[in-house]
């Protein structure tokens, strides 16, 4: 295995990445950086999320800088707020041993003024999301590029996926010629293969691990539940399988910490992560997490980017993505090595369409499995201290000496009472909580039917759609929002050939690439109804005053 030395990382980048922890290039690494070291060319690079493709393109980019030219020589596109952050921390961390080069991160949410004054005091290299990006470059025309030496489209099939083409290829026309583009993505769709014909020439094509590595040695369970049992679902599922190692993905931020909270109450090694986090106490936990001094990490899908833990037993869905995609990431961390892994699915019978999209793409069904009752949880955790009471390793050596106080002690207890005795220690908490519980009934069909409306809010939904285009109303069905979401109406669907893609690209251009998490999105033959995070409910409305969608 080569070094970083030896792939031609020179010594004050060398000393930073030590004292990171970097022992030895990741295969993305091994073949891009020298790739980007001898010669300016364009790459296509396909690997999964957590293989170092941040190290991949930020080493040798922060090697190239002419420190002494203060135009900006490097763009890097992200596709999030939190991502754009965290890959900016990265570089700086990388180039804390190199005096004098400047890193900015442009995004949207935050001061416009005081990005643009960091910028033109000379950043070598900017990190931005296309919304905000664009809007500098080509609306305020604050930003100029024309010097730039190298494009870095970091989780290219992400930025599509939300609905950042136009602004793409707004930002890329604005590039010179010279430039050399690097795309990194997890998948090659389409538009991707569009991007590589119009903005690269002759690219270099490095592939790392097969796509979906995981799926041939993953287990795809699905738990169905009322949603109101969520959580309750996702302790029993975990109390189910006692060794368990893994990620519980949440949709946001706040359920995220709010899992995590619940867990570590119960009891559970837990903690979460998530974007809020300071850079330190980020690596806090992710190192806690890799020495599995936590068990159970709950994330958002951004946050656990760059999160590499091989030996992963179990993926956990809170909630299912909206994208098919993003669960075969997700469930490509376990299953590996060899091993085997499982992925559970927490889902309600209203999300039969996405689990039916996700079976397509993985090419295998769910096994539909009921939440374990109480009982069975009992037997599997009983069995597991039976288990590792057997195959404990007892150094005699060590222990014989302290052992007549011990027979002294226990002299009045028969073998079986011992045996009780010893079991209960570890036991009894499962007991006290579970022979209370009631079983988590898988929900019927007519359990989740939603409340049919009225002739009078028919005919008032109608009459909206009638009146004019692309017009708007928070109005929903209250009983089936997701707790944290608003719900919309939109008087676009089947009919205007609206597909889930293009309203989620519709929402992010709304609100200029503001991050915010969709949620449901259902469309019907006339009008449609989607989900986004109640924060942002005044952006939505505002921004949708003046979009249109073009039929095709």
């Not at 769709?189 to 014909?197: A, F, S």
């Not at 201290?385 to 060590?398: G, N, P, T, W």
Request: a neutral charge; aromatic letters at 6%.
């Amino acid at each position: 295995m080569a070094t970083f030395e030896e792939i031609g990382i020179e010594s004050e980048l060398l000393e930073s990445i030590n004292e990171l922890g970097f022992e030895n290039p990741m295969p993305i690494q091994e073949k891009v950086i020298p790739v980007l070291l001898k010669q300016k060319k364009d790459i296509i690079a396909l690997a999964q999320t957590g293989t170092g493709k941040t190290a991949a393109f930020g080493l040798p980019l922060i090697q190239l800088i002419d420190l002494q030219y203060k135009r900006t020589q490097a763009l890097i596109l992200s596709p999030t707020r939190e991502l754009c952050l965290q890959i900016t921390n990265d570089l700086k961390n990388f180039a804390k041993h190199i005096r004098g080069l400047n890193v900015v991160a442009v995004y949207g949410g935050a001061d416009i003024d005081r990005q643009v004054r960091a910028v033109n005091k000379g950043a070598h290299i900017i990190v931005a999301t296309p919304g905000r990006m664009d809007d500098l470059l080509n609306k305020r025309k604050k930003i100029d590029i024309s010097a730039i030496e190298t494009v870095v489209l970091d989780e290219a099939d992400e930025m599509l996926t939300m609905g950042f083409k136009d602004e793409l290829d707004a930002i890329l026309e604005q590039t010179p010629e010279t430039k050399n583009t690097l795309l990194f993505s997890a998948t090659m769709p389409p538009e991707i293969k569009r991007i590589t014909k119009n903005y690269m020439t002759d690219p270099l094509e490095i592939s790392v691990g097969e796509r979906n590595v995981g799926a041939e040695h993953v287990d795809h369970i699905c738990y169905q539940v009322h949603e109101k049992n969520r959580y309750l679902a996702l302790k029993r599922i975990v109390d189910y399988f006692p060794n368990i190692y893994g990620i519980i993905f949440c949709r946001t931020r706040e359920e995220t910490k709010q899992v995590a909270k619940k867990l570590m109450h119960d009891g559970y090694n837990a903690d979460a992560l998530h974007g809020d986090l300071s850079q330190a106490q980020r690596e806090s936990v992710m190192q806690k997490f890799r020495i599995k001094n936590l068990h159970l990490l709950t994330a958002t899908d951004v946050a656990a980017r760059g999160l590499d833990v091989k030996d992963l037993t179990h993926i956990i869905n809170y909630n299912l993505p909206d994208e098919a995609l993003i669960y075969i990431h997700r469930s490509g961390r376990t299953g590996r090595a060899g091993q085997r892994g499982i992925s559970i699915i927490i889902s309600n019978l209203r999300e039969k369409l996405k689990i039916s999209k996700i079976e397509r793409l993985l090419r295998k069904k769910f096994a539909i499995h009921p939440v374990p009752t109480g009982r069975a949880i009992c037997e599997k955790q009983l069995l597991n201290i039976v288990d590792r009471l057997e195959k404990i390793e007892v150094d005699h050596d060590e222990i014989d000496s302290f052992l007549p106080a011990v027979y002294e002690k226990l002299e009045s207890l028969n073998k079986e009472e011992l045996i009780k005795h010893f079991v209960a220690l570890e036991f009894n908490h499962f007991l006290d909580y579970y022979k209370r519980a009631d079983d988590l009934l898988t929900p019927k069909k007519s359990d989740e039917e939603k409340p049919k409306r009225s002739r009078k809010s028919e005919r008032s939904d109608n009459r909206l759609d009638r009146r004019s285009s692309n017009r708007m109303d928070s109005r929903s069905r209250r009983s089936t929002v997701e707790e944290g979401f608003t719900r919309f109406y939109i008087n676009l669907g089947e009919k205007d050939k609206i597909k889930p893609l293009d309203l989620i690209g519709l929402i992010n251009r709304s609100t200029r690439g503001s991050n915010l998490n969709i949620g449901k999105i259902d469309i019907l033959r006339n009008f449609s109804f989607f989900e986004v995070d109640e924060s942002y409910t005044d952006d939505v409305l505002n921004g949708f005053k003046n979009i249109k969608f073009n039929k095709t």
